[in-house]
């Protein structure tokens, strides 16, 4: 496999850094996840760094001004102790008010991840199969997982020590005016400078941490289909070509690190800097002022506690505002799958047909899945309720598409798909999907036990309703033999089960949840010849009073149908039952004859 078309394969074009302002409206929206705490933690996290920052406020004030210009500075030892007391008592609550904040601030930043990414998955579960079909599953989970992680420290300490350290500031600003306004003048001089190069990092930063994201989701993706697919990879020896593009996409998502880690430690020395530079104007102005009389020592003694105390808060905000930097990429990308609209919406007046009978009507039904090219072309079909129709045709002629428009997993591009008479974009889609079981040949089977896998069909069927579907579908046999029999645990996707037990499985789950139209796409393709006989005894109970579309390239299993429609590049070029069409001696006897010439060569 070449590099070029590793790259085209592992190449997802949802994942790019999405080109957008800095926008207050979405930072609101991301915090609008702190509203269901906001009568319960977070009063709790704020009256905890009120106390706090209220300590850190005073204990300079009564070093400097009260113990050396008053207790030290007089002699008055019995004050100097007293002033001892207080400031013990101060530190001891403040310990107790910051390890109450930090606890209960870890709790906030859980709560609301927790929050977040409940509320992204349960949005993806409801979005439509087009959305799927532009997206790798390891993209999807780069958001749901380490995106939503990337704003846990946003949430855990950003939110609160942001406050905190805003109120600080503000009580510094205060305080040092009111100690010395020449002095504080001159000291803060420096930071409209550093406020005019810290904005100029913003825009650099940002763009790093976005790109950062971008090459992760990337390497999610490679890695999460490199494990699905390794049975692939061994089998046509392309293990070190994986190993190539994984060292590429590795060295990439490293790089993009780096840059971002390297922008985002600009910012704390620009701050030490600033800070030096505030102490060489504090210890040159200030000792101008003690000389000249405008202040005493301990006032000069708090200021410098003050100043020290400024540059930290200042620190913490840089490092905030990096952390926001990195929340906003994710937000954005995180954003843009909440904003993601299923392009098969479910109308507010919807029709409730929970007793659909099953009579199912194609008119002039066009479809594409891109602007390129039609997969179905003017398609008029009736099928009455009760009865069979097939569906055959070559690969790509429009037979799995036909079947996934009566499921409305997608909606046409013109025409329409009814219901007993009714669009079926007027049926409320839960009512209308519940009411459509569907078989594929690529069953898919969950992590857990046998007993799980089949009752997915139907949540709350008993014990006994899935072992009774189980032995109608003939699948009971082979799940005693399992080791511990239907609670027997299988792993994701159930590869210590052969082809043909998954697919039993999932003909006894569609069994189960007793849909009134049923759906079989290439149901019996991975089916040995003596299972099929025995799926073929239970397919005529299945099938019974319902109505069914059946996908086949092995024609044998359509023989019974009432109507079979042959396709060819989206369009229907015959239909009629086995022996109408067998007597046209057209496309359909074409295939039969082709199916029973390769069966004789193959014997």
């Given at each position: 496999m070449t590099k070029s078309s590793l790259k085209e394969r592992f190449y997802y074009p949802e994942d790019r850094v999405i080109e957008k302002p800095f926008n207050w409206a979405q930072l609101i929206r991301l915090l609008t996840y702190l509203k269901p705490y906001l009568k319960t933690l977070i009063p709790k996290a704020a009256a905890a760094m009120l106390a706090s920052t209220a300590v850190r406020l005073i204990v300079p004030i009564i070093i400097g001004v009260y113990a050396f210009d008053n207790a030290i500075a007089k002699e008055n030892y019995s004050l100097l102790y007293w002033l001892v007391g207080v400031t013990a008592f101060l530190y001891a609550l403040s310990f107790v008010s910051?390890?109450?904040r930090i606890k209960t601030t870890n709790q906030l930043g859980q709560y609301v991840i927790h929050d977040l990414r409940e509320s992204l998955f349960n949005h993806v579960q409801f979005l439509s199969h087009r959305f799927f079909d532009s997206r790798s599953a390891g993209s999807i989970l780069v958001r749901i997982i380490n995106d939503v992680n990337s704003m846990q420290d946003l949430f855990t300490n950003g939110v609160i020590n942001t406050l905190m350290d805003m109120v600080t500031l503000v009580g510094i600003f205060v305080i040092l005016f009111v100690l010395s306004p020449p002095l504080a003048i001159a000291v803060l001089l420096i930071i409209p400078l550093m406020f005019f190069i810290s904005t100029k990092l913003r825009r650099k930063i940002r763009r790093a941490w976005q790109n950062v994201r971008m090459k992760m989701s990337k390497l999610n993706s490679h890695l999460n289909e490199s494990i699905q697919g390794i049975r692939?990879?061994?089998?046509?020896?392309?293990?070190?070509?994986?190993?190539?593009?994984f060292k590429g996409v590795n060295v990439e998502n490293f790089l993009a690190w780096k840059e971002a880690s390297r922008k985002n430690a600009m910012f704390r020395p620009f701050v030490d800097l600033s800070n030096a530079a505030g102490s060489a104007i504090l210890i040159w102005f200030g000792a101008y002022l003690i000389n000249s009389g405008s202040i005493e020592i301990?006032?000069?003694?708090?200021?410098?506690?003050?100043?020290?105390?400024?540059?930290?808060?200042?620190?913490?905000?840089?490092?905030?505002?990096?952390?926001?930097?990195?929340?906003?990429?994710?937000?954005?990308?995180?954003?843009?799958?909440?904003?993601?609209?299923?392009?098969?919406?479910?109308?507010?007046?919807?029709?409730?047909?929970?007793?659909?009978?099953?009579?199912?009507?194609?008119?002039?039904?066009?479809?594409?899945?891109?602007?390129?090219?039609?997969?179905?072309?003017?398609?008029n079909l009736h099928v009455p309720a009760g009865e069979t129709l097939a569906l055959v045709g070559h690969t790509g002629s429009g037979k799995t598409t036909i079947a996934s428009l009566v499921s409305r997993f997608y909606d046409v591009t013109s025409g329409a798909v009814s219901f007993?008479?009714?669009?079926?974009?007027?049926?409320?889609?839960?009512?209308?999907?519940?009411?459509?079981?569907?078989?594929?040949?690529?069953?898919?089977?969950?992590?857990?036990?046998?007993?799980?896998?089949?009752?997915?069909?139907?949540?709350?069927?008993?014990?006994?309703?899935?072992?009774?579907?189980?032995?109608?579908?003939?699948a009971n046999s082979f799940i005693e033999a399992l080791p511990h029999g239907y609670q027997t645990e299988v792993e994701e996707r159930g590869n210590v089960l052969s082809v043909g037990e998954r697919q039993l499985l999932s003909f006894a789950r569609a069994l189960l949840s007793d849909p009134r139209t049923l759906i079989l796409d290439e149901a019996t393709a991975s089916i040995d010849t003596e299972t099929e006989l025995v799926i073929q005894a239970a397919l005529k109970k299945?099938?019974?009073?319902?109505?069914?579309?059946?996908?086949a390239h092995?024609?044998?299993?359509?023989?019974?149908?009432?109507?079979?429609?042959?396709?060819?590049?989206?369009?229907?070029?015959?239909?009629?039952?086995?022996?109408?069409?067998?007597?046209?001696?057209?496309?359909?006897?074409?295939?039969?004859?082709?199916?029973?010439?390769?069966?004789?060569?193959?014997?």
């Open positions: 910051n390890w109450y692939v990879t061994q089998s046509f020896t392309q293990e070190k070509g994986n190993m190539e593009y301990g006032t000069f003694i708090s200021f410098s506690f003050y100043l020290g105390m400024f540059w930290g808060p200042i620190s913490r905000l840089g490092q905030v505002y990096n952390q926001l930097l990195v929340a906003m990429a994710s937000s954005e990308r995180i954003f843009e799958f909440l904003d993601e609209k299923p392009s098969v919406p479910d109308k507010k007046n919807a029709v409730s047909m929970e007793k659909i009978r099953g009579t199912i009507d194609f008119d002039h039904v066009e479809f594409s899945y891109d602007e390129s090219r039609k997969a179905l072309k003017g398609i007993d008479g009714v669009d079926v974009r007027d049926i409320n889609l839960r009512e209308l999907r519940s009411s459509v079981g569907t078989v594929i040949q690529e069953t898919y089977i969950f992590s857990g036990t046998i007993m799980e896998n089949i009752r997915f069909g139907k949540p709350d069927a008993t014990d006994q309703e899935v072992v009774k579907a189980a032995e109608a579908i003939g299945l099938l019974k009073g319902r109505t069914s579309i059946i996908i092995r024609l044998s299993t359509i023989r019974d149908a009432d109507h079979i429609v042959v396709l060819n590049e989206g369009e229907i070029v015959e239909q009629g039952s086995h022996d109408q069409l067998m007597k046209m001696r057209g496309k359909y006897f074409d295939l039969v004859l082709s199916q029973y010439n390769m069966l004789d060569s193959a014997s």
